[in-house]
């Protein structure tokens, strides 16, 4: 049952009217891999305002090969994909279904700042039961994403991406557009991680140099060099091989709400242009993304065209967004991996000619 406040039962009256043209912007609440092929868009010269709801609730869902309690956004982690058009007036409508305040951050969105959505700085939260709503003119143009700003909500899922599309069109086209969201979800509490990280900041990290790695690096550099290396990283009270706070022992790494054995799969037909728009909406991973055998052009970073480059791999830090194009010429399935800086984990997904696993299989997404 949607939670309106005060303002908005105002408004339902007329909202009622108008609420057969607003269907058309139903599918772009759908995750991106669940979109149908034909999904009906508000886009140019369609309606130059679009309401979107958001309902957050906490409920089981299967994820990672079982079952937990995350928050989700309108039944789905990640959200749903939120397509926007240059020139638009949005309004995004978010309701809180928790026993706990919440809040949606657009995370990179020119808005008012009092709807940036970020308690305590922006504005005090939403509290249980209740909404707000975040109307601005839609100023830009890009891949971002948005999550919550409150407690450890984002860790348990409430984080999903957010696509505006130019009005003049895309300067780098494409025949398929797919939104890639990276997360690393943990069964267990993030409270618990949090109680764990500061009592041993590397409690998580296993790779910790030995005996047999002194002596190693003694034969290498000799003993005074080894004790200084030593004594410094002693005084920093660091390890040098901590590279991730979080490890793959207790995260699970997943690329639109699907682990490596979900394989989220785009498909294409050979010779197409297909945009990746990769969004980094993890809590602590910085991920290398490659895809073997298959060049990749990157032309936006962080919502903004930027001159194309072609790359072999791309590291993505924490709420970084790249868009990159591919253009697989050959009849065959690609991988798309995306590994943990410090190797302990990956996820993995395909683009394919052909879909093996339909329920896990999108042909379109995000297409501007």
């Known amino acids: 049952m ?35 092929a ?28 079982g079952h ?43 808005l008012p700042f009092q709807m940036d959505g970020v308690p305590g700085v922006a504005f005090p939260g939403i509290p249980p039961g209740e909404s707000f709503e975040a109307a601005f003119p839609v100023r830009q143009a890009g891949t971002y994403w948005y999550h ?39 069964f267990e509490h993030p409270d618990r991680i ?6 041993m900041p590397d409690y998580y990290n296993f790779k910790q140099r030995t005996v047999g790695d002194f002596v190693d690096d003694v034969a290498t550099a000799g003993l005074s060099a080894t004790l200084r290396d030593r004594l410094a990283w002693n005084q920093m009270r660091m390890s040098p091989r901590d590279i991730a706070d979080v490890t793959a022992q207790t995260y699970h ?10 394989n989220w799969t785009g498909l294409f037909t050979p010779g197409q242009r297909i945009r990746l728009r990769v969004i980094n909406a993890s809590s602590m991973t910085y991920y290398n993304v490659r ?16 001159e194309p480059v072609e790359i072999d791999e791309f590291q993505i830090g924490v709420a970084e967004t790249f868009d990159v194009i591919v253009t697989p010429t050959r009849d065959r399935a690609y991988t798309i991996m995306a590994e943990s800086m410090d190797r302990s984990g990956y996820v993995r997904a395909t683009l394919a000619p052909r879909c093996v696993n339909p329920p896990h299989c999108s042909r379109v997404a995000a297409i501007g």
């Not at 949607?2 to 609420?19: G, H, Q, S, W």
């Not at 989700?72 to 279904?97: C, D, F, K, M, S």
């Not at 949090?194 to 009592?199: I, S």
């Not at 895809?291 to 930027?306: F, I, Q, R, S």
């Open 291 to 306: 895809l073997p055998g298959l060049a990749m052009t990157v032309v936006a970073a962080d919502g903004k065209d930027v």
């Open 148 to 186: 919550s700003h409150s407690g450890f909500q984002e860790q348990k899922g409430q984080t999903g991406p957010l696509v505006i599309h130019p009005a003049g069109g895309q300067r780098e086209p494409a025949d398929r557009d797919y939104v890639l969201v990276l997360n690393d979800w943990t």
């Open 194 to 199: 949090f109680d764990k990280l500061k009592k």
């Open 253 to 262: 790494h997943l690329i639109n709400g699907l682990d490596a054995a979900g």
């Open 68 to 110: 937990a309690r995350a928050i989700t956004l309108n039944g789905t982690t990640p959200g749903p994909l939120i397509e926007l058009y240059e020139g638009q007036n949005a309004r995004l409508r978010v309701h809180n279904h928790l026993d706990e305040p919440s809040s949606i951050h657009w995370h990179g969105i020119l």
């Open 2 to 36: 949607p939670v309106f406040t005060t303002n908005d039962r105002r408004r339902r009256l007329l909202r009622a009217l108008v609420a057969a043209p607003a269907l058309a912007g139903l599918s772009n609440l759908l995750p991106a891999y669940a979109r149908p």
């Open 38 to 65: 034909r999904a009906a868009r508000v886009g140019p010269g369609g309606a130059s305002d679009v309401a979107i709801d958001l309902h957050i609730r906490r409920e089981r869902v299967a994820i990672a090969g």
